[in-house]
């Protein structure tokens, strides 16, 4: 009634911090996911990459779900998160961003379904390191945690606008409105 479980067995209120993290981080999941079948269905040779990352997202959650401050060294071990998944996601976004051209001006979410949804779930991305980064700097979760969303955030979007290009797409750019 009002109360969820830690890892650790650790009984918090369902408004605690941890479980908002959590249930963002399993929003980004399903974004992820939307955004997967979109571009599965258009042959695109991310989503395996996409998928890892989903599988990744679920180690994200054992490590928010098992706080530092109440954890056994055995729970420690087993949610650790190691820096690895973070330098993978930075060789996919320079991989990726070798193959786009440069970014002259700010550009909207669009750019085909797959596009849009990529953004989508880079903007849900930059909602759930938001709700990490408080538990990082409560010492609550591990540091590499809010790394790799912030990394995943940064491929999302690099990933939407070559989605775009492989689709043949135009992105929608800002146009400052007339005063």
């Known amino acids: 009634k009002g109360f969820s479980s830690t890892f650790t067995g650790e009984r918090r209120p369902k408004g605690d911090r941890i479980f908002e993290a959590l249930g963002a981080t399993d929003e980004l999941s399903s ?26 997202l679920q180690d994200v959650g054992s490590n928010l779900a098992t706080p530092l401050s109440s954890a056994r060294e055995a729970h420690r071990k087993r949610t650790s998160f190691s ?7 930075e060789q996919w976004i ?29 903007a849900v991305c930059r909602r759930a390191e938001r709700c990490v980064v408080p538990l990082v700097q409560a010492g609550e979760a591990d540091p590499n945690v809010a790394k790799y969303l912030n990394r995943l955030s940064d491929y ?3 990933l939407a606008r070559y989605a775009a290009m492989k689709e043949g797409k135009e992105e929608k750019i800002y146009i400052k409105p007339e005063p």
């Open 31 to 56: 974004a992820i996911g939307l955004a997967g079948e979109f571009s599965s269905e258009k042959g695109h040779t991310f989503v395996d990459q996409l998928h890892k990352i989903q599988c990744m």
């Open 83 to 89: 820096e690895k998944p973070v330098l993978e996601l």
């Open 94 to 122: 320079d991989n990726y961003s070798e193959q786009l051209p440069p970014l002259r001006t700010f550009i909207l979410p669009s750019g085909g379904r797959s596009s849009a949804a990529l953004h989508f779930s880079r």
């Open 156 to 158: 999302l979007f690099v």
